[in-house]
């Protein structure tokens, strides 16, 4: 057993910031590649000569990165499941984790798909969204909806491949989907003429891509998932729930958030939402090794937190703190150097062009917080603190945002929005640097039995929902 775990558990030894910039930058590639699809949806659409059906996929991803914080935060539970049992040499078990997971993530596709669906076009009014652009958006969200549950299960097995430190299969299966992406985007948006529609389905056959070339390296590679019975998916239930729900609830709060933004900024007119739109597929492109920090460290700090090596834990926070402060300096500075070229990219003028220059400059470097956000996210919810992940989340994206966003637009109009809401990023990064700090300095080896006894009463709470 000994000989099996130091083999699984790799985490356990090597430098720490050797392990960061591995998993961190080759997680990224993977994340790049579906981040750089989707900008270049944006400009293909642009092509098309039609600023409503850019608003359209802005209203759209909106609606769409809510439904999928319910995939990222079953992902979590699986990698900060999975992690922990095998930094402890329980490889059995971390099998049943990552399949009970998987179970529960389509089960949970499938029915917030159908609610959302149902409610599709309500959902999208309450974002700013009428007219023609509404009808658009609806269309778009009715075509790649229904793949929730494959999406579920494809990050999943993500999460399962990184807890045993492949990043390198984990990024090939989102490059295999972004290639197919980028092949079938032109083919369907242009030569087959069905616009904004090929660009949904083209999204879907990507989707499905990814789920193929990640379950079965994780199955097979590495025996990640145990054959499900009812039996073993009712028994993880609470352990599952235990970070799955606040992990949702977390990443819940980041579409709310955005609805917010969204919101505020759709009074200034079609441009305002169309440069924010550009903004929401430059931001992953440019960031994409920051949003790949938190599912990176994860692994490594679940590891040897459940091996009991909480020095090594403290030093990862740490090591993916100055990672993070390291990238957004370099590329920042990228982005300031290169803010006219992007902008003419997509031919913006007036409050497109402005809203582009402003993210190329201070919104960019701001970008820091959320990455300081995102490592705290991932020690809390690998630690057995994932409630304190919501918390900071959902005071982030609801006082956090909507405060300063009032008083951003107030003072300076669109563009203040979007600086209330970085300024809001800011005050939260430093609420969450102080909780993980008390977090971090009274660790105690995981309890087996229950390893999440102190979030009882909030599993008992949403037991009652049928979570």
Request: charged fraction near 10%.
């Amino acid at each position: 057993m000994a000989e099996q775990t130091d083999k699984q558990a790799v985490f356990l030894t090597g430098g720490l910031m050797r392990h960061v910039v591995r998993m961190s930058l080759t997680t990224s590639v993977g994340l790049m590649a579906i981040f750089a699809v989707d900008f270049v949806d944006m400009i293909f659409i642009s092509m098309l000569g039609n600023d409503a059906l850019a608003a359209a996929v802005g209203y759209a991803g909106t609606l769409l990165f809510f439904t999928n914080a319910f995939n990222i935060g079953l992902s979590i539970a699986a990698g900060a499941l999975v992690a922990r049992e095998l930094g402890a040499g329980r490889a059995d078990q971390a099998r049943n984790y990552a399949s009970s997971v998987a179970v529960w993530g389509v089960i949970c596709g499938l029915v917030v798909s159908a609610l959302v669906l149902a409610n599709v076009k309500f959902m999208l009014s309450l974002l700013g969204a009428e007219g023609e652009v509404l009808r658009l958006a609806a269309r778009y969200v009715s075509i790649i909806l229904p793949t929730m549950w494959v999406m579920a299960a494809a990050m999943t097995s993500m999460a399962v491949l990184r807890a045993h430190g492949d990043a390198r299969r984990s990024m090939m299966a989102t490059i295999y989907g972004g290639l197919v992406n980028a092949v079938l985007d032109p083919v369907l948006i242009f030569a087959v003429g069905l616009g904004l529609d090929g660009a949904a389905v083209a999204s879907v056959l990507a989707r499905i891509t990814m789920l193929v070339a990640t379950f079965l390296p994780a199955l097979r590679v590495h025996r990640g998932f145990a054959r499900p019975s009812p039996g073993q998916v009712v028994r993880d239930f609470g352990a599952v729930r235990g970070i799955a729900v606040p992990a949702i609830l977390t990443n819940v709060a980041t579409p709310l958030g955005n609805a917010i933004v969204v919101r505020e900024i759709a009074q200034y007119g079609t441009d305002a939402v169309a440069g924010m739109a550009v903004i929401g597929r430059l931001l992953p492109v440019a960031f994409s090794v920051i949003f790949a920090l938190s599912g990176a460290i994860g692994p490594i700090i679940g590891q040897n937190f459940g091996a009991g090596h909480f020095d090594r834990v403290r030093a990862a926070f740490r090591a993916g703190v100055q990672f993070t402060g390291i990238y957004v300096l370099l590329m920042a500075a990228v982005l300031f150097l290169l803010r006219e070229p992007i902008a003419d990219v997509f031919d913006a003028q007036g409050e497109t062009r402005e809203l582009i220059y402003l993210f190329c400059g201070p919104l960019a470097l701001a970008s820091f917080f959320n990455g300081v956000i995102f490592v705290t996210n991932a020690s809390f919810n690998n630690l057995g603190h994932p409630v304190y992940s919501t918390w900071i989340n959902w005071g982030r994206h609801t006082l956090g945002t909507w405060v300063f966003v009032m008083i951003g637009s107030h003072l300076g109009g669109a563009s203040g929005v979007l600086l209330g809401q970085a300024f809001g990023g800011v005050l939260f990064a430093g609420i969450a640097w102080l909780l993980v700090g008390r977090v971090v300095s009274d660790l105690s080896r995981p309890v087996d039995a229950e390893p999440f006894s102190e979030q009882r009463r909030l599993h008992s709470l949403f037991g009652r929902r049928g979570w």
